[in-house]
């Protein structure tokens, strides 16, 4: 059974959501101040993490960036800030996917169904022989999960190596921002149009030697991204 932790410091919220993911057979445990939620997921073994933005003692973002640093499971951050900046902010510092509050119990569940299946086909892909990606100096492991830039390993999230790896597949071929979410995070993109766009700064961040020219992916104006070959 898959195990979930729930960091959130309104319980009522917290309990709700936990009902829905027991139904659903997910193991859930919850942690209600973000120092705690932190200790939690670093000394134990969770699947999929649900992280309230909002809490006391440390805030989400800091939570996100402390387990980003040793764990790459889905980092799935709630808030009922719907500013842009905060879930620019959420992702750029390794979050998964961002929900704005209020939401459905059923789109939280469908949303945790989703990262969880591809995290589960990732873990499961390492069994099996590498399958390596290299174009022009970047070399992408899939198998191991590793990218070297001109000898250099970088390290990527979940699903900044995920779009890299997807985008690098399918060369000189222009999605639109709705395709990569669609493709990547297996959802159709309702208002999460930014989730794509910061995703793509921060592989540029990292791969690109001048990101104001960028040599690899390509903004296509108007339409989307081009990974060029």
Known sequence: MSKILIIEDEE???????????????????????DTGLKRALSEDFDLIILDLMLPNMDGFEVCKKIRESKNIPILMVSAKKEDIDKIRGLGLGADDYITKPFSPSELVARVKAHM???????????????????RGIRID???????????????TTKEFDLLTFLAEHPNRVFTKEELFRE??????????????????KIREK???????????????GVGYRFKV
């Open 12 to 34: 009522a919220i917290a309990d709700l959501e936990k009902d829905y993911l027991e139904i659903n057979e997910y193991e859930v445990c919850i942690e209600n101040a973000g």
């Open 117 to 135: 299946a591809r995290y589960t086909r990732l873990v499961g892909s390492q069994a099996q022989e590498n399958d390596i990606v290299e174009i």
């Open 142 to 156: 899939k198998t191991a999960r590793r990218v070297v830039i001109d000898g250099e390993e970088k390290a990527f």
């Open 184 to 201: 990547v995070w297996d959802m159709d993109s309702v208002g999460d149009i930014a989730t794509v766009t910061v995703h793509i700064k």
């Open 207 to 221: 791969i690109e030697f001048d990101t104001a020219k960028p040599q690899y992916i390509e903004t296509i104006w």
